[in-house]
């Protein structure tokens, strides 16, 4: 019998993660790596939230706080929502937390039953099939295509909908493709959540990173939804875990018990950290989203001029998710041998689901030189593998 238990033993590995250990191992024996594969900002955080946090430990701000959060966050978290989309959230019905991710078992762990299921993208971020699963719901996982903007059919979604349907995941931008779903989208899925009751889990993470128009919320649309959002990705603030869920009331106590359990609080000078990044960096999340869409716009035509196929052009995130079967089928052995032959780190597609086996996801988050180089290095393993 195996030593460990069958819950764990489910869990898929985050490639990804495996890739980002190898390129570290490259580089401790002196390799230099492009590193592609990872979402991690290469900006530091704007030093006026740094500076926050400072002041804030040594004012003594380093105890626990509420469960649900500081009072002063959840404000801010509010208004941002009333100036940035219009729309009116209640504090009290904002979970802050220790990054996004505890934030999916908050929202999960309120919302299912064993057996219950989530309608999800394929592909989609590794981590949302695995949540529900460990918690005992079933990912029911619906192919998105390339060719369709990676975005649900809505024919087949409505068809996914069963009895035991508790939520539809959209994610927008998207992680991996960097695709934005449209106002006309996003209000499709909410009359979908009003006709069958189901609610809609919208993972807003890369909000604040798109390059194509206005960014909407979930929330514009219906109330019948959870909103998973954060710092780490538009305030370049990956290490300071900081995330929070918008719930609707009915699943705020049961998320501020799994809270109050598993994790208790967020960090308190993160929090304090956090108020003024919401109200202080705009300035300085503008210029990095500048930045990105620069990169962003030199990645997509050369990589394209290496062959491979972008059908949907990214429009939000910091990812191009490319079809790189003219280079070989199976991603991860090709994201493999790019690592050790090209010295450019890269995700394989097959981290995102069968749906994206095929495919390779470089991630813009890195200097335009690094970029360049990367594509060098790419265009030379090409020329000489390809021919």
Known sequence: MSPVSRRSEAIRPFVVMDVVARAKELEAAGRDIVRLEIGDPDFPTPEVVTRAAEDAMAAGSTHY??????????????????????VSIDPEDVVVTQGTSPAMLLLFGALLDPGDEVVMPDPCYPAYPNYVAFLGGVPKLLRVRAENG?????DELAAAIGPRTKAVMVTSPSNPTGAVQSPEDLRSLADLAERTGVHIASDEIYHGLTFCGPEHT?????????????FSKAYAMTGWRLGYLIAPREYVRPAEKIQQNFFLAANAFVQQAGVVALTKAQGDVA???ALY?????YLVPALRELGLVIECEPCGAFYVFADARCWGADSLALSRRLLEEAGVACAPGIDFGAG??????FSYATSMERLEEGVRRLREWSEANTR
Request: charged residues 35%.
């Open 65 to 86: 706080t509420q469960s649900l959060g500081l009072p002063d966050l959840r404000e801010a978290i509010r208004d941002h929502h009333r100036g940035h989309y219009g």
């Open 150 to 154: 990676f975005r649900y059919d809505a």
């Open 218 to 230: 979930i929330l514009e649309f219906t109330d019948r939804a959870f909103v998973l959002n954060g």
């Open 287 to 289: 210029r990095m989203r």
């Open 293 to 297: 869409d620069e990169r962003r716009r």
């Open 356 to 361: 994206g086996e095929g495919f390779l996801r």
